[in-house]
């Protein structure tokens, strides 16, 4: 069964807003420090919590504490492979170099596509599963963190290296 949903967040949070047919599916809201998001759905409250540097990784627990999925990232590819409880796994990953189309499959039966366009996007899905959903927009949102710390760091080495 195919789904279209729609998507927007904020134009200076980091606060998604997942529709289908003009109704809420669920929210996405990401601490503003860290890398970790609170997804509230109609069937549940999940908590997504990352932590590591050289080697990160994403816990997906619900609202007993019970770890529902691993997601670990390939900062260098810009790819990502979640795992979930069942053993089944995803791969996520960029389809363009403008990193505003992205999917999300198990190369066999499910798959999503993301799109985005200035805050807002579309999401084509042949899976109902909102966790899977979230997890992807989860992912997009943790590289553009990371690309935003980068290119900050660079621009304050660039000011610091021009002050000396």
């Known amino acids: 069964m195919e789904q279209i ?7 200076f949070d980091s ?6 047919d003009g109704l809420l599916r669920f929210s996405l809201n990401f601490s503003s420090f860290k890398n970790s998001a609170i997804a509230t759905t109609q069937k549940g409250i999940y908590l997504l919590k990352s932590s590591g540097f050289s080697n990160p990784e994403t816990l997906l627990l619900n609202n007993q504490n019970e770890v529902l999925a691993k997601i670990n990232y390939d900062l260098l590819g810009f790819k990502a492979k979640i795992t979930f409880k069942s053993g ?21 039966d499910k798959q999503i596509l993301f799109s985005a366009s200035s805050g807002r996007g579309i999401i084509n899905t042949n899976v109902d599963d909102d966790m899977l959903v979230f997890c992807g ?3 997009r949102e943790y590289f553009a963190r990371i690309l935003f710390l980068f290119i900050l760091f660079v621009l304050f080495l660039f000011f610091f290296r021009n002050v000396f």
């Open 137 to 139: 927009l989860f992912i």
């Open 88 to 108: 089944e796994q995803f791969d996520w990953s960029f389809q363009n170099s403008w990193l505003s189309r992205w999917s999300l499959n198990n190369h066999t």
């Open 15 to 20: 606060n998604y807003h997942v529709l289908k």
């Open 5 to 11: 949903l729609n998507w927007s967040k904020g134009t």
